[in-house]
């Protein structure tokens, strides 16, 4: 049974090739874009951090 849904998904995605890249592109980029936003966001949390680390104690 399981070996039949994955011939027909096979046929399918072979039957609508645009479709499938298509799909596979928005993928690519979705997870893309969410991976270099946390980055972004990790990096500037660091940069934060060593600005304030830069200004000293007795600024508190």
Same mark, same amino acid.
């Given at each position: 049974?399981?070996?039949?849904? *994955?011939?027909?998904?096979?046929?399918?995605?072979?039957?609508?090739? *645009?479709? #499938?890249? *298509? #799909?596979? *592109?928005?993928?690519?980029? !979705? /997870?893309?874009? /969410?991976?270099?936003?946390?980055?972004? !966001? &990790? !990096?500037? &949390?660091e940069?934060?951090?060593?600005?304030?680390?830069?200004? !000293?104690?007795?600024?508190?």
């Open positions: 049974m399981f070996s039949a849904m *994955l011939g027909e998904a096979w046929r399918a995605m072979g039957a609508n090739r *645009l479709r #499938t890249f *298509l #799909t596979m *592109l928005g993928m690519m980029i !979705g /997870v893309g874009s /969410v991976v270099l936003m946390m980055a972004v !966001g &990790q !990096g500037a &949390q940069s934060v951090k060593q600005s304030i680390n830069a200004m !000293g104690s007795n600024l508190f």
